[in-house]
């Protein structure tokens, strides 16, 4: 029995990536679980069957294991981490799109790593004569894994891949912040060999694009970006400061325990951010976010 992991079903198969290849599994009679049970992440056991080329292998799913986690949109099991993909020069970063981005990611108890794109441009901009990474700083000061990144030089792209290997992640982030040329840029020359998966795709017999697992930098990355609403989750009004590092680190501090961090005297976030220990905008977009919670709390 090999384990291996689920990359993608399709037209009554499975394909499976396990000791570095991919397997196109079918399932074994007497194994009864239906289609939709399957979430590409989903660990598998397979019993290898004969080769078939030097590409295909083929295997029974004999077992599957339990989740640890499954995201909806995009319907991935065990994701371990999400890559949020923000360009440092052109589209112009959205910080309150990183913020909410971070929030949903931390919500679903995933690991956020945080992606600034195009440092070839930024570095090449005269304007840019600032510390050199400030914003990035920004994140980093707060405790986040954070790179910059050239996918066009390859600058920073090796300290990334460390990140991948052996784990499942969903990439994130605005259109054009440079997912795709990141995603070709850790994986140079071996995009991932699905010959036969794309091939049957362009058959038509499906119209909707299923989510599929991708092999890159040694571990799986999926097709399709994630976390793509702008809505915050469900929560009260008190647990959004949980989402906000720098701000549960200094819990207690404040003079009321039910501060908000808003209006309340002898708060200790907003001394942080008078003292410039908080970054400005963390702070704007709590008070936004905050506006937004507390809104939907009075819907419920
Ligand atoms: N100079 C430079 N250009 C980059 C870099 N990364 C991406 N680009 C360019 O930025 C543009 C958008 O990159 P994509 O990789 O398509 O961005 P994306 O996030 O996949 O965009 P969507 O598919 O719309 O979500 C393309 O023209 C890329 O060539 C980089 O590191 N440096
Ligand atoms: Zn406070």
């Known amino acids: 029995m090999i384990d291996g992991v689920l990359l993608k079903g399709y037209g009554g198969f499975y394909y499976v990536y396990a000791e570095g290849r991919v397997w196109e599994c079918s ?6 679980v239906k289609d939709q ?16 080329g030097p590409h295909l292998a083929k295997a029974t799913i004999e077992s ?7 995201l909806t949109r995009p319907a991935i099991a065990n994701v371990d981490q999400a890559i949020l993909v923000f360009a440092m020069t ?27 794109t195009k ?16 914003l990035t700083d920004v994140y980093r000061n707060i405790g986040y894994k954070v790179f910059e990144v050239s ?15 052996n784990k499942i992640s ?31 795709s362009k058959r038509g017999r499906h119209t909707t694009r299923h989510v599929e697992l991708m092999v890159c930098a040694g571990g799986l990355v999926a097709d399709t970006p994630g976390f793509s609403s702008l809505y915050l989750p469900e929560m009260k009004r008190a647990e959004l400061t949980d989402f906000f590092p720098e701000f549960a680190q200094r819990r207690g501090l404040c003079r009321f325990n039910s501060c908000l961090h808003d209006k309340e005297p002898n708060c200790a976030i907003k001394a942080a951010l008078e003292n410039g220990e908080i970054y400005p ?6 008070l936004i976010f905050l506006k937004e919670v507390i809104e939907a709390e009075r819907k419920y």
């Open 64 to 70: 599957v294991g339990s989740r640890r986690n499954a």
């Open 119 to 134: 440092l070839d441009k930024y570095r090449a901009d005269p304007l840019n004569d600032g510390p050199d990474h400030a």
């Open 27 to 32: 399932l074994r009679g007497r194994f009864r």
């Open 37 to 52: 049970e399957f979430l590409p992440g989903d660990q598998v056991s397979i019993l290898s069957e004969e080769a078939e």
């Open 151 to 165: 996918s066009e030089t390859g600058q920073g792209i090796e300290e990334i891949r460390a990140h991948l290997a």
């Open 90 to 116: 052109s589209p112009r970063p959205d910080l309150n799109l990183l913020d909410r981005l971070l929030i949903q990611v931390i919500e679903a108890d995933i690991e956020p790593i945080l992606v600034f």
């Open 281 to 286: 905008e963390r702070y704007e977009h709590y």
């Open 170 to 200: 969903v990439l994130a982030g605005p259109s054009g912040a440079g997912k795709s040329s990141l995603f070709n840029a850790l994986s140079p020359g071996k995009k991932l060999k699905t010959g036969r998966i794309s091939h049957k």
